[in-house]
């Protein structure tokens, strides 16, 4: 069961990695230097949550809320492919 969540886990950090290149592709930054460098990393993901939260707020939604649930679920499945749980 755990080995089943890692490999879960890793097609999941797959989407976000799909979801980071759609960022490079908007021209902010090459891919490799998004992936790889910390501060480039954090400004490409930054921007993309800023997006994330303008899009819930043009449709009424508490982004607070959705970024808390978001980072419960993370902690979860973390903790299910680690055993943890």
Same mark, same amino acid.
């Given at each position: 069961?755990?080995?089943?969540?890692?490999?879960?886990?890793?097609?999941?950090?797959? =989407?976000?990695?799909?979801?980071?290149?759609?960022?490079?592709?908007?021209?902010?930054?090459?891919?490799?230097?998004?992936?790889?460098?910390?501060?480039?990393?954090?400004?490409?993901?930054?921007?993309?949550?800023?997006?994330?939260?303008?899009?819930?707020? =043009?449709?009424?939604?508490?982004?607070?809320?959705?970024?808390?649930?978001?980072?419960?679920?993370?902690?979860?499945?973390?903790r299910?492919?680690?055993?943890?749980?």
């Amino acid at each position: 069961m755990h080995n089943a969540e890692a490999v879960m886990n890793s097609k999941r950090a797959h =989407s976000a990695a799909v979801a980071l290149r759609f960022a490079v592709e908007t021209g902010q930054r090459d891919e490799a230097l998004a992936l790889y460098d910390e501060g480039c990393f954090a400004e490409v993901v930054g921007d993309l949550i800023a997006n994330l939260a303008h899009l819930a707020a =043009s449709y009424g939604h508490d982004f607070e809320k959705v970024i808390s649930g978001g980072m419960e679920m993370y902690e979860t499945e973390r903790r299910d492919a680690e055993g943890d749980a």
